[in-house]
């Protein structure tokens, strides 16, 4: 497997040579100039991609970590969950272990939770935060955050973002939207390897954190923002990765997010026409997850003949020395998912489809 473009998981993704190559460089103490240089490279190319003025925190850690920041920094109040998947599960999971009163609305992961039932449980009032995934990795599902925005700050109310699978694929407009605090996972969209975690929180999110008890220490954003300033975290970061973080945002700088984005469309689009191409191919009930019109750009996520299992598509594919995700959570033996996300490119992409589809026509003549 060390040719690029034969790993095709919906994270971590594929991660580029060039990258790879970065962590190289030696170790050097984390409180001085030459850091802060380093670190003042990372935010100039972290910036543009989350299309904001504020600075970018950075956590060595996995996303879950600041998943976990967003709901204890947030102000006191319930929080409302927006749940229609395996992940924003999770985020309604951290904010009741957090000791936080959640509300949970959705459930059905066949596509976003609508607006009517988010102003529905606003109207009665109470919440200081909603939770919602952007890029459901479960399931390929897009949720929409811009009016979604508008309609929680109708009611006072922040909003936490996922963008996990979102993020450097998808377009996320952290200021123009308003976004009260939002955050990414290194491994995705991104494409470096796992082990840390980047956020931006409003100014009003942070001011207001500071009234919020229990905000813990090593997620405290309130201490990010006091460190970030001077181009430094709290703690000891994870320096190997902050080197390859820094020549990763200057490589998409120089593709440009707004191509990356229109690259991620057209994969995104050639998988969902391949579907339907298979379904003609091999003559079985195959669909993307997703609905139209809230399908993500990152992941695909592939909804299966009752005769056809996903490991079994997902240990075929491997036989052809291509990597793909199986189904998650409820969807595991229903579905599988193809990660089109990061640096691959359509030529890698053409042939990990070729290698499913002759995998898939292999597992239907054996079932």
Known sequence: MS??????????????????????QPMLPHRGAVFEALFARIQAGLKPIFRTTRPVYVSSSSATGLMEAAIRCARPGAILCLVN???????????????????????????????????????????????????????????????????????????????????????????????????????????LPPG?????????????AKAAAGRGLYFDLVEFEQYVHKN???????????????????????????????????????????????????????SVYAPDGAASQTVTAVSLPANLKGDDVVKAVAKRGFVIGGGYGKLKASTFRIGHMGDHTMEGLERVLEATAEAVEETLGAS
């Open 85 to 191: 998947g395996a992940f924003s599960e999770r985020f309604a999971n951290i904010a009741q272990s957090c000791g936080r009163e959640a509300t949970v609305i959705g459930g059905d992961w066949s596509g976003p939770v609508s607006l009517d039932a988010v102003e529905g449980a606003l109207k009665r009032g109470g919440y200081s935060a909603l939770t919602v995934v952007h890029s459901e990795t479960s399931t390929g599902v897009l949720t929409d955050l811009e009016p979604l925005t508008k309609l929680a700050h109708r009611y006072d109310c922040a909003v936490l973002v996922d963008s996990v699978t979102g993020l450097a694929g998808v377009p996320v407009e952290t200021d123009a939207w308003e976004l009260d605090f939002v955050l990414t996972g290194s491994q995705k969209a991104l494409a």
């Open 196 to 208: 840390l975690a980047f956020g931006v929180a409003s100014e009003k999110f942070i001011g207001e």
């Open 232 to 286: 430094q975290t709290p703690n000891t970061p994870a320096l190997s990765l902050l080197y390859a973080t820094a020549v990763q945002g200057e490589r998409i700088a120089q593709e440009t997010i707004e191509r990356r984005w229109d690259r991620h469309v057209a994969m995104s689009e050639h998988t969902h026409s391949w579907v339907h191409e298979l379904r003609a191919r091999v003559g079985a009930e195959f």
């Open 3 to 24: 040719d690029f473009g034969t790993f095709f998981l919906p994270g971590p993704t594929e991660v580029h040579p060039d990258v790879l190559r970065a962590m190289l």
